[in-house]
Protein backbone atom coordinates (compact mmCIF):
# COMPACT_ATOMS: atom_id res chain seq x y z
CA UNK A 1 0.00 0.00 0.00
CA UNK A 2 1.48 3.56 -1.11
CA UNK A 3 1.02 5.68 2.04
CA UNK A 4 -0.85 9.29 1.12
CA UNK A 5 1.98 11.75 0.71
CA UNK A 6 4.73 10.26 1.61
CA UNK A 7 7.38 10.82 -1.21
CA UNK A 8 10.44 9.54 -2.05
CA UNK A 9 13.69 11.15 -3.25
CA UNK A 10 13.13 8.99 -6.62
CA UNK A 11 9.78 10.25 -6.94
CA UNK A 12 10.76 13.88 -6.02
CA UNK A 13 13.65 13.85 -8.67
CA UNK A 14 11.09 12.53 -11.60
CA UNK A 15 8.79 15.01 -10.76
CA UNK A 16 11.22 17.77 -10.93
CA UNK A 17 12.68 16.48 -14.11
CA UNK A 18 9.14 16.05 -15.66
CA UNK A 19 8.95 19.99 -15.54
CA UNK A 20 12.02 20.39 -17.78
CA UNK A 21 10.94 19.04 -20.76
CA UNK A 22 13.92 18.45 -22.59
CA UNK A 23 15.50 16.74 -19.42
CA UNK A 24 17.50 13.41 -20.51
CA UNK A 25 17.29 12.33 -17.05
CA UNK A 26 20.83 11.92 -16.75
CA UNK A 27 20.71 14.50 -13.22
CA UNK A 28 18.43 11.89 -11.78
CA UNK A 29 20.53 8.86 -12.61
CA UNK A 30 23.71 11.36 -10.86
CA UNK A 31 20.98 11.47 -7.81
CA UNK A 32 20.06 7.69 -7.90
CA UNK A 33 23.90 6.88 -7.56
CA UNK A 34 24.51 9.69 -4.86
CA UNK A 35 21.70 8.27 -3.03
CA UNK A 36 23.20 4.58 -3.14
CA UNK A 37 26.68 5.11 -2.27
CA UNK A 38 24.96 7.31 0.83
CA UNK A 39 23.17 4.20 1.76
CA UNK A 40 26.68 2.09 1.68
CA UNK A 41 28.11 4.85 3.69
CA UNK A 42 25.37 5.09 6.25
CA UNK A 43 25.62 1.57 6.68
CA UNK A 44 29.50 1.44 7.53
CA UNK A 45 29.10 4.73 9.74
CA UNK A 46 26.42 3.33 11.60
CA UNK A 47 28.97 -0.28 11.95
CA UNK A 48 31.94 1.99 12.89
CA UNK A 49 32.33 1.14 16.83
CA UNK A 50 31.99 -2.27 15.56
CA UNK A 51 34.14 -3.47 13.06
CA UNK A 52 37.99 -2.04 12.42
CA UNK A 53 37.18 1.06 10.40
CA UNK A 54 37.55 3.45 13.16
CA UNK A 55 41.43 5.31 13.82
CA UNK A 56 43.97 6.26 11.76
CA UNK A 57 44.53 5.26 8.06
CA UNK A 58 48.28 6.31 8.20
CA UNK A 59 48.53 8.29 6.20
CA UNK A 60 48.16 12.12 5.05
CA UNK A 61 45.72 13.53 2.44
CA UNK A 62 46.55 16.11 -0.13
CA UNK A 63 45.66 18.85 2.50
CA UNK A 64 48.26 17.19 4.58
CA UNK A 65 45.82 16.51 7.15
CA UNK A 66 45.35 12.55 8.79
CA UNK A 67 43.01 10.44 6.89
CA UNK A 68 40.78 8.02 8.87
CA UNK A 69 39.71 5.01 7.15
CA UNK A 70 36.44 6.33 6.72
CA UNK A 71 36.98 8.79 4.87
CA UNK A 72 38.57 6.71 2.24
CA UNK A 73 35.93 4.00 2.39
CA UNK A 74 33.47 7.10 1.47
CA UNK A 75 35.75 8.45 -1.37
CA UNK A 76 35.70 4.63 -2.48
CA UNK A 77 32.49 3.92 -2.49
CA UNK A 78 31.28 7.43 -3.45
CA UNK A 79 33.75 6.77 -6.91
CA UNK A 80 32.28 3.11 -7.42
CA UNK A 81 29.05 4.24 -7.33
CA UNK A 82 29.06 7.01 -9.65
CA UNK A 83 31.54 4.92 -12.25
CA UNK A 84 29.29 2.62 -12.20
CA UNK A 85 26.01 4.66 -12.83
CA UNK A 86 27.98 5.61 -16.08
CA UNK A 87 26.65 9.30 -16.07
CA UNK A 88 29.74 11.37 -14.93
CA UNK A 89 32.88 12.06 -16.51
CA UNK A 90 35.43 12.94 -14.08
CA UNK A 91 35.13 13.72 -10.26
CA UNK A 92 37.65 15.74 -7.78
CA UNK A 93 37.50 15.04 -4.09
CA UNK A 94 39.20 16.00 -1.11
CA UNK A 95 40.80 12.59 -1.05
CA UNK A 96 42.46 13.12 -4.57
CA UNK A 97 45.60 15.09 -5.20
CA UNK A 98 43.86 15.48 -9.17
CA UNK A 99 41.31 14.98 -11.13
CA UNK A 100 39.86 11.30 -11.30
CA UNK A 101 38.93 10.61 -14.92
CA UNK A 102 36.41 8.01 -15.70
CA UNK A 103 37.00 6.88 -18.98
CA UNK A 104 35.01 3.10 -19.39
CA UNK A 105 32.84 2.93 -22.48
CA UNK A 106 29.53 3.41 -20.29
CA UNK A 107 30.66 6.89 -19.12
CA UNK A 108 31.87 8.11 -22.04
CA UNK A 109 29.57 10.14 -23.53
CA UNK A 110 28.68 11.88 -19.90
CA UNK A 111 28.41 15.38 -19.10
CA UNK A 112 28.53 15.58 -15.64
CA UNK A 113 31.63 16.17 -13.09
CA UNK A 114 31.05 15.47 -9.31
CA UNK A 115 33.53 17.74 -6.80
CA UNK A 116 32.64 15.97 -3.49
CA UNK A 117 34.05 15.84 0.36
CA UNK A 118 33.28 12.06 1.56
CA UNK A 119 33.70 12.28 4.99
CA UNK A 120 32.96 16.25 6.14
CA UNK A 121 33.73 16.31 9.93
CA UNK A 122 36.36 13.30 10.25
CA UNK A 123 37.44 14.51 13.90
CA UNK A 124 34.28 13.38 14.74
CA UNK A 125 34.02 9.97 13.63
CA UNK A 126 36.18 8.15 16.61
CA UNK A 127 33.70 9.97 18.82
CA UNK A 128 30.47 8.83 17.37
CA UNK A 129 29.20 12.70 16.54
CA UNK A 130 27.51 13.64 13.18
CA UNK A 131 29.41 13.26 10.06
CA UNK A 132 28.71 14.02 6.62
CA UNK A 133 29.41 14.05 2.97
CA UNK A 134 29.24 17.10 0.51
CA UNK A 135 28.93 17.04 -3.14
CA UNK A 136 28.76 19.26 -6.04
CA UNK A 137 27.64 18.57 -9.59
CA UNK A 138 29.07 20.66 -12.90
CA UNK A 139 28.23 19.90 -16.57
CA UNK A 140 32.00 19.94 -18.48
CA UNK A 141 32.31 22.74 -20.61
CA UNK A 142 34.47 20.70 -23.34
CA UNK A 143 32.18 18.56 -25.53
CA UNK A 144 31.55 15.32 -24.34
CA UNK A 145 33.75 12.07 -25.61
CA UNK A 146 37.53 14.12 -25.19
CA UNK A 147 39.39 13.91 -22.23
CA UNK A 148 38.63 16.24 -18.95
CA UNK A 149 40.37 18.94 -18.19
CA UNK A 150 41.11 21.83 -15.48
CA UNK A 151 39.04 24.27 -16.90
CA UNK A 152 35.67 21.71 -16.80
CA UNK A 153 37.09 21.22 -13.29
CA UNK A 154 37.98 24.50 -11.98
CA UNK A 155 34.16 26.19 -12.37
CA UNK A 156 32.51 28.76 -10.41
CA UNK A 157 29.68 27.87 -8.04
CA UNK A 158 27.63 29.65 -9.71
CA UNK A 159 27.61 27.27 -12.55
CA UNK A 160 26.33 24.51 -9.95
CA UNK A 161 24.26 22.45 -11.55
CA UNK A 162 23.16 20.38 -8.05
CA UNK A 163 24.32 20.60 -4.68
CA UNK A 164 23.58 18.59 -1.77
CA UNK A 165 24.94 16.86 1.74
CA UNK A 166 24.07 14.15 3.22
CA UNK A 167 24.46 13.87 7.16
CA UNK A 168 24.82 11.16 9.34
CA UNK A 169 23.45 12.11 12.56
CA UNK A 170 20.51 10.78 15.17
CA UNK A 171 18.93 10.51 11.99
CA UNK A 172 20.71 10.39 8.14
CA UNK A 173 19.44 12.87 5.84
CA UNK A 174 19.99 13.78 2.13
CA UNK A 175 19.50 17.63 2.06
CA UNK A 176 19.65 19.04 -1.70
CA UNK A 177 19.25 21.98 -4.26
CA UNK A 178 19.10 21.57 -8.36
CA UNK A 179 18.17 25.76 -7.96
CA UNK A 180 15.07 25.18 -7.38
CA UNK A 181 14.46 25.62 -3.31
CA UNK A 182 16.00 23.24 -0.61
CA UNK A 183 14.43 19.88 0.20
CA UNK A 184 15.52 17.76 3.14
CA UNK A 185 14.68 13.50 2.75
CA UNK A 186 15.28 11.43 5.77
CA UNK A 187 16.84 8.18 5.08
CA UNK A 188 13.75 5.70 6.63
CA UNK A 189 15.85 2.43 7.19
CA UNK A 190 12.73 0.36 7.59
CA UNK A 191 11.99 0.48 3.87
CA UNK A 192 15.89 1.36 2.52
CA UNK A 193 14.35 4.66 1.10
CA UNK A 194 15.19 8.25 1.81
CA UNK A 195 11.35 10.27 2.41
CA UNK A 196 10.63 13.75 2.00
CA UNK A 197 10.64 15.20 5.25
CA UNK A 198 11.55 18.70 5.01
CA UNK A 199 10.22 20.30 2.27
CA UNK A 200 11.41 23.76 0.69
CA UNK A 201 13.70 25.19 3.83
CA UNK A 202 14.00 27.95 4.65
CA UNK A 203 16.78 29.71 6.49
CA UNK A 204 15.63 31.86 9.11
CA UNK A 205 16.34 36.12 8.53
CA UNK A 206 18.12 36.21 11.59
CA UNK A 207 19.38 33.95 14.72
CA UNK A 208 20.17 33.68 18.03
CA UNK A 209 23.32 30.58 17.25
CA UNK A 210 27.05 32.13 15.99
CA UNK A 211 29.14 28.84 15.26
CA UNK A 212 33.10 29.39 15.18
CA UNK A 213 36.11 27.58 16.57
CA UNK A 214 36.76 29.84 19.64
CA UNK A 215 40.00 28.50 19.92
CA UNK A 216 41.50 30.26 16.76
CA UNK A 217 40.39 33.84 18.09
CA UNK A 218 43.84 35.23 19.13
CA UNK A 219 44.67 34.58 14.96
CA UNK A 220 41.20 35.60 13.75
CA UNK A 221 41.13 39.40 11.75
CA UNK A 222 40.18 42.47 14.50
CA UNK A 223 36.54 42.57 12.72
CA UNK A 224 35.49 39.24 13.26
CA UNK A 225 37.09 39.35 16.86
CA UNK A 226 34.70 42.14 17.79
CA UNK A 227 31.71 40.57 16.11
CA UNK A 228 32.78 37.49 18.31
CA UNK A 229 32.77 39.51 21.25
CA UNK A 230 29.31 41.47 20.34
CA UNK A 231 27.89 38.04 20.48
CA UNK A 232 28.89 36.76 23.94
CA UNK A 233 28.83 39.92 25.95
CA UNK A 234 25.00 39.80 24.59
CA UNK A 235 23.24 40.71 28.00
CA UNK A 236 21.77 43.81 27.43
CA UNK A 237 21.37 43.02 23.67
CA UNK A 238 19.70 39.63 22.19
CA UNK A 239 21.44 36.31 24.23
CA UNK A 240 23.12 34.38 21.75
CA UNK A 241 24.52 30.57 21.90
CA UNK A 242 27.86 29.40 20.85
CA UNK A 243 27.40 26.32 19.04
CA UNK A 244 30.38 23.96 16.99
CA UNK A 245 31.23 20.30 16.67
CA UNK A 246 33.83 20.84 14.65
CA UNK A 247 31.68 19.28 11.66
CA UNK A 248 30.69 21.93 9.01
CA UNK A 249 27.99 19.58 7.85
CA UNK A 250 26.32 19.10 11.37
CA UNK A 251 27.30 22.99 11.98
CA UNK A 252 25.52 23.97 9.09
CA UNK A 253 22.60 21.96 9.11
CA UNK A 254 22.00 23.22 12.86
CA UNK A 255 21.90 26.62 11.87
CA UNK A 256 19.85 26.41 8.61
CA UNK A 257 16.92 24.93 10.72
CA UNK A 258 17.10 27.19 13.79
CA UNK A 259 19.06 30.50 12.58
CA UNK A 260 22.60 30.92 12.60
CA UNK A 261 25.89 31.55 11.63
CA UNK A 262 28.47 29.61 10.59
CA UNK A 263 31.99 31.09 10.03
CA UNK A 264 35.67 29.92 9.36
CA UNK A 265 37.63 33.42 8.91
CA UNK A 266 41.19 33.75 7.68
CA UNK A 267 43.84 33.43 10.62
CA UNK A 268 46.88 34.98 10.71
CA UNK A 269 48.45 31.73 9.97
CA UNK A 270 46.31 30.59 7.28
CA UNK A 271 45.06 33.70 5.40
CA UNK A 272 42.19 31.78 3.12
CA UNK A 273 40.78 29.97 6.02
CA UNK A 274 40.66 26.72 6.12
CA UNK A 275 37.73 25.80 4.12
CA UNK A 276 38.00 24.16 0.45
CA UNK A 277 36.02 26.02 -1.85
CA UNK A 278 35.34 23.35 -4.62
CA UNK A 279 34.20 20.48 -1.66
CA UNK A 280 32.95 22.72 1.34
CA UNK A 281 32.56 26.63 0.23
CA UNK A 282 30.24 26.10 -2.85
CA UNK A 283 27.88 23.50 -2.30
CA UNK A 284 27.12 24.77 1.36
CA UNK A 285 26.63 28.39 -0.46
CA UNK A 286 24.68 27.37 -3.20
CA UNK A 287 22.33 25.92 -0.36
CA UNK A 288 22.68 28.49 2.09
CA UNK A 289 21.57 30.56 -1.18
CA UNK A 290 18.93 28.68 -2.40
CA UNK A 291 17.06 28.64 1.15
CA UNK A 292 17.40 32.14 1.41
CA UNK A 293 20.71 32.90 3.35
CA UNK A 294 23.87 34.54 2.39
CA UNK A 295 27.49 33.02 2.19
CA UNK A 296 30.37 35.07 1.46
CA UNK A 297 34.04 35.67 2.23
CA UNK A 298 33.48 38.23 4.57
CA UNK A 299 34.62 41.00 3.00
CA UNK A 300 31.13 41.68 0.35
CA UNK A 301 32.37 38.96 -1.77
CA UNK A 302 29.79 36.00 -2.80
CA UNK A 303 31.46 32.75 -2.33
CA UNK A 304 30.01 31.25 -5.13
CA UNK A 305 31.47 34.23 -7.47
CA UNK A 306 34.82 33.14 -6.79
CA UNK A 307 37.24 31.69 -9.91
CA UNK A 308 38.88 28.95 -8.38
CA UNK A 309 42.55 28.23 -9.79
CA UNK A 310 43.18 25.38 -8.13
CA UNK A 311 41.11 22.40 -6.92
CA UNK A 312 42.16 22.42 -3.14
CA UNK A 313 41.76 25.92 -2.92
CA UNK A 314 40.85 27.51 0.55
CA UNK A 315 38.63 30.89 1.31
CA UNK A 316 37.18 32.44 4.56
CA UNK A 317 33.20 31.06 4.86
CA UNK A 318 30.97 33.28 6.51
CA UNK A 319 27.31 32.11 5.92
CA UNK A 320 23.95 31.63 7.24
CA UNK A 321 20.80 34.15 8.32
CA UNK A 322 21.43 37.24 5.94
CA UNK A 323 20.82 39.50 8.37
CA UNK A 324 23.89 37.94 10.69
CA UNK A 325 26.26 37.89 7.87
CA UNK A 326 25.68 41.51 7.20
CA UNK A 327 26.30 42.21 10.70
CA UNK A 328 29.85 40.48 10.80
CA UNK A 329 30.48 41.78 7.73
CA UNK A 330 29.89 45.34 9.26
CA UNK A 331 32.01 44.71 12.15
CA UNK A 332 34.66 43.55 9.70
CA UNK A 333 34.47 47.08 7.19
CA UNK A 334 34.26 49.06 10.41
P1 LIG B 1 37.12 17.36 6.94
O1 LIG B 1 36.72 16.41 8.00
O2 LIG B 1 36.49 17.07 5.60
O3 LIG B 1 38.62 17.56 6.83
O4 LIG B 1 36.51 18.79 7.28
C1 LIG B 1 36.67 19.35 8.55
C2 LIG B 1 36.35 20.81 8.44
C3 LIG B 1 34.88 21.15 8.63
O5 LIG B 1 33.98 20.11 8.61
C4 LIG B 1 34.86 21.81 9.98
O6 LIG B 1 33.93 22.83 9.98
C5 LIG B 1 36.25 22.32 10.18
O7 LIG B 1 37.09 21.49 9.43
C6 LIG B 1 36.67 22.30 11.60
O8 LIG B 1 37.93 22.83 11.71
P2 LIG B 1 38.59 23.22 13.13
O9 LIG B 1 38.85 21.95 13.83
O10 LIG B 1 39.81 23.99 12.76
O11 LIG B 1 37.58 24.09 13.86
MN1 LIG C 1 35.27 18.71 5.14
MN1 LIG D 1 36.64 15.30 4.41
Same mark, same amino acid.
Given at each position: ?9 ? &? ?16 ? /? ?8 ? /??VN?DVRKAG???ILGAH???N?Q?EEVKKLDMIAN???? %? ?13 EE ?10 ? $? ?9 DPLDGSSNIDVNASIGTI ?16 ? +??? &??? *? ?6 YIIYGSSTM ?10 ? @??? +? %????? @? ?9 ? =? ?5 SINDG ?12 ? +? ?6 ? =???? %??RYIGSMVADFHRN?? /????F?Y? %? ?7 KL???FE? $??M??? *? ?11 ? =? ?10 ? &? ?11 ? $? ?8
Open positions: MRINKVISLS &QFIADQQSKFPGATGDLS /KIFRDIKFAA /KIRLVDGTVVGEEFK %SSLTLGGDCCAIISEEDIHHIETTL $NQDSKYIIAMFSVYQRITPVGGPVNMD +DVL &QKG *TNQVAAGIIFTTGQGVNA @FTL +D %SSIGD @FLLSHPDIQIP =KDGKIYIYDRMGPGVQKYV +DYCRNSID =KETY %SAML /KGGIMP %STTDAPNGRLMS $NPAFI *TEQAGGKATTGDG =KRIMELQPTKIH &QRNPVFMGSPDMV $NKVESFIYK
